[in-house]
């Protein structure tokens, strides 16, 4: 199956959330093959134009609570479903993030996009009006159909991948990898279905949000105390790394192969925060050699995507196998509005897969 990655249209709030969506196939653990298609949906048309972003409600000022260290036990997963959401808290709370709770409201809209894309045959986070199973133009509206009022989410699709490799390889890039390793969401809903369209095939939707009509949740969860408010990916100590980016559109440097570029190394930071870096370098343990990297800031980025609380530095070629390498980076955050500068100071080490 060919590899497509897409990204659809932002839901704005203060801290940028966005929609993003990726379709891929996996050759190997951390290998992605296959040619590159620029768009997703069906027959070889345009695309349609991005809608305009729907109006989500301000929230209230409200203190985040406490990082969730244990949600309940989902109820109602298929085999699927319930690894996507065991792997995405494994990470979150690998990375010093709090963990997501399933939202049986948002469970549906995004079972409901997921059995959309297979009867109309796209591969899109855009429902379009008049459609077979239309519930809502785009993942805010489809939440609300059901119930669900956010006031900040995003969404990420896949296909082609079951529920736990696919969080893996979304997480593996860095527009999508800002999404998922966002501090403050607390809810989460989860779709798969487990059928096959010519465009789109076995689709998992991930739908993760901040509730606006609950007051004592609704200004979102704070990190995990150790990590003093940065989050850092691959963690330190990781092994198994991939050695590649994989497929994803927009190609985050637009100057060169997507798929020539190495894992990304990040710093994400709580929102109403901006995040810049004076060092971000990444070493050969082995050797001392340097690896080349472009930083991807929400200042560079081609494609405006990039939150002002996540800063990336993605290697210009793929990474070698089974090699350490050592983090270092050295910036600040500024925090918006009182403008509080804060330093940011890490270093950390992991270790590439086999292949």
Request: with cysteine; aromatic share 6%.
């Amino acid at each position: 199956m060919d590899s497509i990655a897409e990204l659809g249209p932002r839901v704005r709030e203060g801290a940028r959330w966005r929609l993003l969506g990726v379709m891929f196939s996996l050759a190997a653990a951390g290998a992605f093959t296959g040619p590159l298609v620029a768009c997703g949906g069906g027959g070889g048309a345009a695309p349609a134009p991005t809608p305009a972003p729907v109006p989500i409600p301000a929230p209230t000022p409200s203190t985040p609570i406490a990082a969730q260290l244990t949600v309940p036990t989902p109820v109602g997963y298929d085999v699927d479903r319930l690894a996507a959401f065991n792997r995405l808290n494994e990470i979150r709370l690998s990375a010093g993030l709090g963990m997501v709770a399933q939202n049986t409201m948002m469970d549906q809209a995004a079972q409901a996009h997921a059995e959309w894309m297979v009867a109309n045959d796209q591969f899109t986070h855009d429902e379009a009006q008049g459609s077979t199973g239309f519930t809502g133009e785009n993942y805010a509206q489809r939440a609300e159909y059901f119930g669900y009022i956010p006031v900040g989410g995003g969404e990420v699709i896949s296909s082609g991948a079951r529920g736990d490799t696919g969080v893996d390889a979304l997480v593996n890039m860095p527009y999508h990898r800002s999404v998922l390793l966002a501090i403050e969401p607390v809810d989460v809903g989860i779709g798969w279905s487990g059928g096959h369209a010519t465009n789109v095939v076995t689709p998992l939707v991930i739908d993760a949000a901040i509730p606006g009509s609950d007051v004592g949740r609704r200004g979102g969860q704070a990190p995990q105390s150790s990590i003093s408010g940065a989050v850092v990916w691959p963690i330190s100590g990781a092994r198994g790394v991939p050695l590649r980016l994989g497929h994803e559109i927009p190609n985050p440097i637009p100057t060169q192969d997507v798929l020539t570029l190495g894992t990304p190394v990040s710093v994400s930071v709580e929102k109403f925060k901006t995040v810049s870096a004076t060092q971000f370098t990444v070493t050969n343990s082995a050797t001392g050699t340097t690896v080349p990297t472009q930083l991807l800031t929400n200042q560079n980025d081609a494609n405006f995507l990039i939150p002002e609380t996540f800063i990336a530095a993605i290697p210009l070629a793929p990474l070698a196998p089974n090699t350490t390498y050592r983090v270092d980076f050295s910036g600040s955050t500024i925090t918006f509005p009182s403008g509080v500068a804060e330093s940011v100071i890490r270093t950390w080490s992991f270790t590439t897969a086999t292949q």
